[in-house]
């Protein structure tokens, strides 16, 4: 019985020393950390903007849609930011994107994601995203890869679900926006 | 052994990736840009110098019943620490690890040293032959790294500094690649032709045939 308690007291000591030490550096890191992700959040914003105004952010957190910014060109609403939950290879990503009041894809960029390096990584470069912009209005965005052109298709190889992932969230992203239909 | 010994042993006689064959996962999944591959290496050579140095330092208090979990718990710690370190300063290296900075928990290679070396020996040992199977391990996962790079995708993907964008692009591979070097299917065939030369380096080290 003494042997049973001296190692679940060892053990115990071991867990507590590094929950101790993980603790003292998350206390350093996390403002770090939170700044650097707010930064990351506000450069999207802007570069998914398409050059119109930064309206105010309204949140949805309906499971895939996270919050809609609208956006205004000085005579009205001329579409909205989007930012959207999905899954891919490497489980839950975060896709921003710039929609036009048709539901068309202005702009759209890969947020927070763990996709394989060299793969699913992929969809955070700029070209990927030319695939599905002006899509989404009175053109389908492709919902599977068999809708892609040969080209596009095979620089998403190797990255089906990421593709699917990234494809389903701008196909909602669209859905949500048409039904805003233009209003806030 | 000397202690300088304990510090080479990794990088050739008993390296990591191409003798031991340990750490495949990472090994296969980061190695498609050389960039990916230093910062993995780097990761795992704080991982494991550091579990190295605190299992040594604990090997005579933890029970033999209980060492798994243990050295489990140790390492966990040291890659969350990585982890957070990596998070906050350098950003761009954290993204582009991905998956695999969490999985060097269930990294073989670290519980393989934990268990095999630390466990046994004296810590200044122990801290050398972390240091030395880590360095084993980044110059194997940078050599698979820049073949695939090169012949997948005609670049060599570095670290921006100042004006240089970080990426060497070599003309004429660029842009006709082999784009299969870049998938899953010739990081194996390139791991099985380097496993290959290695094991006939090691054979005629030693006096037999290949």
């Known amino acids: 019985m003494t042997r049973y308690i001296k190692t679940a007291v060892i053990l115990f000591l071991i867990c507590a020393v590094c929950t101790a030490l993980c603790a003292l550096i998350n206390e350093i890191t996390a403002p770090r950390i939170a700044a650097n992700v707010e930064s990351d959040r506000i450069t999207a914003l802007e570069d998914v903007s398409a050059g119109l105004t930064i309206g105010e952010q309204y949140d949805v957190g309906d499971g895939s849609i996270n919050y809609y910014i609208p956006l205004s060109d000085g005579n009205g609403i001329a579409g909205y930011i989007v930012e959207m939950s999905t899954s891919g290879y490497g489980g839950a ?39 599905f912009k002006g899509l989404g209005g009175e053109q389908p965005l492709p919902a599977a890869k068999s809708d892609l052109s040969a080209e596009d298709n095979a620089a998403v190889s190797g990255a089906s679900i990421t593709f699917s992932g990234v494809s389903s969230a701008l196909i909602n992203g669209s859905q949500f926006v048409k039904g805003l239909g233009g209003a806030v | 052994m000397s202690h300088m010994k304990e510090l080479t042993k990794g990088i050739f006689k008993e390296n990591p990736t191409f003798i031991i064959m340990l750490g495949m996962c990472p090994t296969l999944g980061v190695s498609t840009q050389v960039s990916n591959a230093i910062g993995m290496g780097a990761s795992v050579i704080f991982v494991l110098t550091c579990s190295n140095i605190f299992i040594s330092l604990l090997r005579k208090v933890i029970p033999d019943s209980v060492r798994i979990p243990c050295y489990i718990v140790i390492i966990a710690s040291f890659v969350t620490i990585v982890e957070m370190v990596l998070h906050a300063f ?65 670049t060599i993907t570095l670290f921006p500094i100042g004006s240089f964008d970080g990426v060497i692009t070599l003309p004429g591979l660029s842009s006709s690649p082999v784009r299969v070097m870049t998938l899953a299917a010739g990081a194996l065939l390139l791991m099985g032709y380097l496993k290959a030369f290695f ?12």
Not at chain 1, 95 to 120: C, Q, R
Not at chain 2, 199 to 210: C, D, H, I, P, V
């Open chain 2, 90 to 154: 350098v950003p761009s290296v954290y993204e582009a690890l991905g998956v695999y900075l969490p999985l060097i928990v269930v990294n073989c290679i670290i519980l393989g040293r934990a268990e095999a070396f630390a466990g046994k020996n004296g810590v200044l040992d122990s801290a050398l032959d972390g240091i030395g199977m880590g360095i084993g391990f980044t110059l194997s996962l940078s050599l698979i790294a820049l073949i695939r790079e090169i012949l997948g995708a005609g």
């Open chain 2, 199 to 210: 094991q006939w380096k090691t054979s005629r080290s030693q006096g037999g045939k290949a």
């Open chain 1, 93 to 131: 990503m975060t896709v921003i994107a710039s929609y036009a009041t048709d539901g068309s894809v202005l702009e759209a960029k890969m947020m927070a994601n763990s996709e394989t390096p060299g793969l699913g990584k992929k969809a955070e470069e700029a070209w990927y995203m030319e695939m």
